[in-house]
């Protein structure tokens, strides 16, 4: 029978492959506000002012964490950035799924599921919980 000791080695076994799959897909990320950026002008939220310019400079910020993780010196402060820019983009979700946004242009018609646009918001949890994993290695560790 397993125990909390075998789950445990487990994720301490995946922790650094799951880095190399953390830093990346932020860098993907961001590079899409640059290369579509008016699929997410889309989905930020209408009062906030300097729309483009807010998924701009999100995409900045999702490719400076995805690359700050991915070196030891800066992981702990990058996993911190992007603890920090998930709870700074998730008034996006929300209002993706409270307002039924459909994304004009997207890949697959854009008009997401219910089961999508909630979804996404405790899957935001998760994310924070995985970077939040890295904040809890001192910077100089290799993992």
Do not use: C
């Not at 880095?19 to 993907?28: E, F, N, R, S, T």
């Not at 290369?35 to 906030?48: D, G, K, N």
């Not at 004009?104 to 018609?109: K, N």
């Not at 949890?125 to 100089?140: C, D, H, M, N, R």
């Amino acid at each position: 029978m397993s125990d909390g000791r075998d789950l445990l080695g487990a994720l301490r076994r995946l922790k650094r492959p799951l880095l190399y799959v953390m830093g990346p897909a932020y860098i993907v990320a961001g590079i899409l506000h640059f290369v579509v950026p008016e699929l997410y002008v889309q989905i930020v939220p209408p009062f906030l002012p300097f729309r483009l310019e807010l998924v701009y400079l999100s995409g900045v910020a999702e490719i400076l964490v995805g690359v700050g993780v991915l070196v030891p010196r800066t992981r702990r402060i990058a996993a911190w950035g992007t603890v920090a820019l998930l709870v700074a983009i998730f008034p996006a979700n929300i209002y993706m799924a409270t307002h039924g946004v459909v994304i004009e242009g997207a890949p697959g018609g854009g008009d997401p599921s219910q089961l999508v646009r909630w979804g996404r918001l405790p899957l935001q949890a998760v994310l924070i919980a995985w970077a939040w994993w890295y904040t809890q290695s001192p910077p100089e560790e290799a993992l």
